[in-house]
């Protein structure tokens, strides 16, 4: 599938925070059944299946892994890693910046919300650690590996990083293809939001 398929396909799937919060879940957390999913998400059963099949259907999440123990059946599910692979950044801003107002909109609310599930997931994990992992924590921010930041800036200010954040991004890529792993457990999250005022006057 050519990448810029794959990213209609995700723009489409992405629209639904529902679909992307059950997509952010497997990444973070792996192979789990949709009453562990719901748990996290915090929506029904029978609202999960019917996103989760749609998933399935387009591929971004593989076919269950049926398991019986003693009496019931258990699905398992995982993200089908292949469907997010070769997708480059400039792929994905052509598709974003062709979408129609609404669903520009409707794509940029749901990835905002699912940060939330991310969010909560990584504290819940850092909440249940013991000392001894809190303490190499505090070491590695010590050592500048450990990023809690949170800004409001200029809009000058906002304008000159912005470069900075696209080279940023697109190291991630090379970096990515230079060491890829099969499930990366480190978790990088950029978010740059401009000011509405920002939006106006911007050409």
Do not use: C
């Amino acid at each position: 599938m050519e990448p810029i398929d794959k990213a209609n396909i995700m723009a489409n799937s992405f629209k639904n925070p529902t679909k992307l919060g059950i997509i952010a879940v497997l990444i973070q957390k792996g192979e789990m059944t949709v009453t562990q999913i719901s748990k996290i998400i915090g929506t029904t059963r029978s609202n999960l299946y019917q996103a989760i099949a749609e998933l399935v259907s387009d591929g971004l999440v593989n076919a269950p892994d049926i398991r019986v123990s003693k009496n019931y059946v258990e699905k398992f599910y995982t993200i089908n890693e292949e469907a997010f692979s070769g997708v480059p950044q400039e792929k994905w801003i052509d598709v974003m910046t062709s979408l129609s107002s609404d669903d520009f909109r409707d794509i940029t609310v749901s990835f905002l919300l699912t940060q939330s599930v991310i969010l909560k997931i990584i504290a819940e994990e850092i909440s249940m650690s013991e000392d001894q992992s809190i303490g190499k924590m505090k070491e590695l921010i010590k050592k500048n590996k450990v990023f809690l930041s949170y800004s409001r800036l200029s809009d000058q200010s906002y304008l000159s990083i912005a470069p900075e954040i696209e080279a940023l991004n697109k190291k991630l890529e090379e970096l990515d293809k230079k060491h890829s792993v099969k499930t990366p457990r480190n978790t990088l999250l950029i978010v740059g939001i401009p000011s509405m005022g920002l939006l106006k006057t911007e050409k």
